[in-house]
């Protein structure tokens, strides 16, 4: 059973949006640090933005200000909103959810974002 499901990736013109979410189940939601990922072809996999379980929000310099994430316990989601997209933004975005606590660390399936120039 997939824990994580993202969802809403797409195609989008340069200083276009999009949203991308992920679904949580069969986990304690609230209890976990969320962070979405993306990986470029030919590229590492690097941090896009995170959110801890109190809503502190952590941002990679690059998409401040262009990007929000945000939380939703009661749903057990997790969004991203992706403002001002730029073709560099062109990857597969990946949700992940970890409790060191629990010492549990999931990762969604990704979702395609391509951003066309």
């Known amino acids: 059973v997939q824990v994580l499901v993202e969802s809403g990736g797409g195609l989008v013109r340069a200083g276009g949006s999009l949203r991308v979410s992920c679904a949580a189940s069969?986990?304690?939601?609230?209890?976990?640090?969320v962070s979405w990922y993306r990986q470029a072809p030919g590229k590492q996999r690097e941090l896009v933005a995170s959110?801890?379980?109190?809503?502190?929000?952590n941002y990679a310099d690059s998409v401040k200000g262009r990007f929000t994430i945000s939380r939703d316990n009661a749903k057990n989601t997790m969004t991203l909103q992706m403002n001002n997209l730029r073709p560099e933004d062109t990857a597969v975005y990946y949700c992940?959810?970890?409790?060191?606590?629990?010492?549990?660390?999931?990762w969604g399936q990704g979702t395609q974002v391509t951003v066309s120039t």
């Open positions: 992940n959810a970890n409790s060191v606590s629990a010492s549990r660390d999931y």
């Open positions: 069969g986990i304690l939601f609230r209890m976990y640090a």
């Open positions: 959110i801890t379980s109190s809503g502190r929000t």
